[in-house]
């Protein structure tokens, strides 16, 4: 299982990003997908993620009410649409998936290589 995370970049204060995760080697759509990061010097995060079929939800404290995590079934893909971002959400972006298929309470196994993102005051 092989996840690429696209969509980085660099981006002022209060701008947008959306962040990107495919899945090749088996599919996406039957297994929970997430989102994690790590600030420079600093340990990797939890920062969203998302239920096999879509319903259920979880977000980071710090990113609540500004993330939104989704996915696309038919493009076999997940997003992290991240508005009003800030200098403290810079980070190397990383999505992850868990080993067992419609198991929301699992840890995530396969991690993306990571995607910058940088938010400039």
């Known amino acids: 299982v092989q996840l690429q995370a696209s969509g980085g970049g660099l981006v002022q204060a209060g701008g947008s990003l959306r962040l990107s995760c495919t899945t090749s080697g088996r599919t996406a759509n039957n297994y929970l997908m997430g989102w994690f990061r790590q600030p420079p010097a600093k340990e990797r995060t939890f920062v969203a993620k998302i239920s096999w079929n879509g319903n259920t939800k979880m977000y980071a404290d710090s990113v609540k009410g500004r993330f939104t995590i989704s996915r696309d079934r038919a493009k076999n893909a997940v997003y992290l649409q991240m508005n009003s971002l800030k200098p403290e959400d810079t980070a190397v972006y990383y999505c992850?998936?868990?080993?067992?298929?419609?198991?929301?309470?699992?840890?995530?196994?396969?991690w993306g290589q990571g995607t910058q993102v940088t938010v400039s005051s």
């Open positions: 992850a998936t868990g080993a067992r298929p419609y198991v929301y309470n699992q840890d995530f196994t396969y």
